[in-house]
């Protein structure tokens, strides 16, 4: 894991991002992350939400560029609604797989789907990035000075 420089949100807009190796250890440092960042931006009713839809991207991410690291952002968008956006650098966007009760995978954004207010995917440099914006929605400011990275 390799944390971003910053150790407070200048601005939340901007959000806190972490940049994580290829390794399936990864997915577990991603939703303590998300956790922390989400309680930190004063978004504690939207963990447990988060920390679904950050594994399912995360190990989507992983499937999709085995040998490069991924970056998972933090941010609140201009409406105070929690955002969190996993990057890669697969061009390839993300397709729901047909319903199969038999596999073992293959269900990821059916998840995030039913968990999110919305989703989308975006190019991101020569990758690209998926966006889940949570249900939640932010009252007051942070509850915290120094999010973690």
């Given amino acids: 894991m390799h944390p971003d420089a910053s150790a407070a949100y200048p601005d939340p807009a901007t959000g ?14 991603a939703r303590a992350f998300v956790a922390t960042n989400l309680r930190a931006l004063g978004f504690p009713e939207s963990v447990d939400d988060g920390v679904l839809i950050v594994s399912e991207l995360s190990t989507n991410a992983l499937n999709a560029t085995v040998d ?23 061009p390839e966007a993300p397709e729901p797989l ?22 989308t995917c975006v190019p ?12 939640g929605r932010q009252e007051v400011g942070p509850t915290a000075k120094s999010p973690v990275g």
Avoid: M, N
Avoid at 16 to 29: F, G, N, Q, T, Y
Avoid at 101 to 108: A, K, P, Q
Avoid at 124 to 135: C, M, N, P, Q, Y
């Fill in 98 to 119: 047909p319903p199969d009760f038999v596999s073992e995978g293959g269900r990821g954004l059916y998840v995030v789907d039913a968990l999110c207010a919305a989703w």
């Fill in 124 to 135: 991101s440099g020569s990758g690209k990035a998926v966006i889940a914006t949570l249900r």
């Fill in 16 to 29: 806190i991002e972490v940049k994580l190796d290829p390794d399936p250890k990864s997915v577990r440092a």
């Fill in 68 to 90: 490069t690291p991924f970056l998972v952002v933090v941010r609140v968008d201009a409406e105070r609604h929690p955002v969190i956006e996993v990057h890669d650098s697969s």
